[in-house]
């Protein structure tokens, strides 16, 4: 496995200068402290037969800025403590198998089903390859994401049901698209109804799956106490799934 230590890599595709590649495969590298800015992974794929597949490789306390990652086939892969500079992390169309996302966070990820913002707006033809190949996919796949040791300021999974996320049962709670669509917030005397309302409307406005799995924000972020004050009351009124 290649090793990359406090390396700075600036406004490029992660391709085989990086990975070792294998055809449209890369993997075996490990990322200790490096800085990733404007960096990209398969942002430019149109159709689902180019898609690339990463993995077998490990990030470790980095940092990015002005980076996305397109709808590659992400396997075996571990992040552990992210730190993102004043941008987001928009993942789109990708599919994950045995991701390991640990320790702290910062910044949000928003990983959705469509394979480009614009283009699969566009022209719908293109994104139901992409659908389809990904339906098929989570076939085969025993656990896609494993959050349960993540702190995270902002985590927004759209593409990947909850049945497939390893999670902490305790503090990062799943809502269906059947609650979401029946629950009047606003009635259940919760700290921050605006917070529970906005995740039903990701769900039910941009989600294809049946449920959201959502998390606590970091400790130090605002909204934190208020969090675990509703999901006691979200739970027992029954409207977040049992654990």
């Not at 719908?124 to 995270?152: C, M």
């Not at 959201?212 to 208020?226: A, C, F, T, W």
Request: hydrophobic fraction near 40%; include cysteine.
């Amino acid at each position: 496995m290649k090793v990359f230590e406090e390396i700075s890599f600036h406004s490029r595709h992660l391709d085989p200068s990086i990975f070792s590649r294998r055809g449209a495969e890369y993997g075996g590298a490990e990322f200790r402290k490096c800085h990733f800015d404007g960096c990209s992974l398969s942002a430019c794929t149109k159709k689902v037969g180019r898609r690339v597949t990463v993995r077998n490789a490990v990030f470790s306390d980095c940092s990015i800025i002005g980076c996305g990652i397109g709808p590659a086939i992400i396997e075996d892969i571990i992040i552990k403590n992210l730190r993102m500079h004043g941008t987001s992390l928009f993942i789109w169309g990708a599919v994950f198998r045995h991701v390991e996302l640990r320790g702290t966070i910062t910044g949000a990820i928003k990983a959705s089903h469509l394979f480009d913002l614009f283009r699969a707006l566009e022209k719908p033809h293109l994104q139901e390859p992409f659908d389809e190949a990904n339906t098929e996919f989570y076939k085969s796949v025993d656990w896609a994401l494993d959050i349960s040791k993540g702190r995270f300021s902002d985590l927004c999974i759209l593409n990947v049901p909850s049945r497939l996320i390893r999670r902490d049962p305790s503090t990062q709670v799943v809502l269906t698209r059947e609650k979401a669509a029946s629950v009047a917030w606003k009635d259940l005397g919760l700290k921050d109804a605006v917070h529970w309302r906005v995740w039903s409307d990701i769900l039910l406005t941009e989600s294809k799956e049946p449920d959201i799995v959502i998390v606590p924000p970091l400790k130090r972020n605002r909204g934190y106490e208020e969090y675990f004050h509703d999901i006691g009351l979200l739970r027992e009124a029954g409207i977040l799934e049992p654990d």
